[in-house]
């Protein structure tokens, strides 16, 4: 896959302050399909900032689908969360990093 335009992901990126909840949760969902590593800080605040509840779910869905190493904390910590959606994305992310060690874990 080629790298995404830093221009448009920054564009994106922007829109995650958007004053319209649709419009965020497409930046979101676009974020990760972008797989766009420069969003990564921007959506770690946000599950960091919201913790749960759908913003948390959309930015996490996000991170995960990223799949970007320094992501592994948040993901760690998720493995052991009470939303089972939360804990089913973390697998997924974590998966998605493919350590072999992770089987254990997950």
């Known amino acids: 896959d080629a790298a995404p335009d830093e221009s448009v992901g920054d564009a994106v990126v922007l829109a995650l302050n958007d ?19 420069r969003a990564v800080q921007a959506l770690t605040d946000l599950v960091q900032h919201h913790r749960r509840g759908p913003v948390a779910a959309a ?3 996000a991170l995960a689908r ?13 493995l ?18 493919a350590a072999p060690a992770d089987a254990q874990r997950i």
């Open 19 to 37: 004053g319209s909840a649709a419009i965020r949760g497409e930046a979101m969902r676009t974020l990760g399909a972008m797989r766009y590593a």
């Open 59 to 61: 930015a996490f869905d």
């Open 66 to 78: 990223i799949g970007y190493p320094t992501s592994r904390p948040l993901f760690d910590e998720m």
């Open 80 to 97: 052991g969360s009470r939303d089972a959606v939360m804990r089913r994305t973390a697998v997924e992310a974590v998966a998605r990093l």
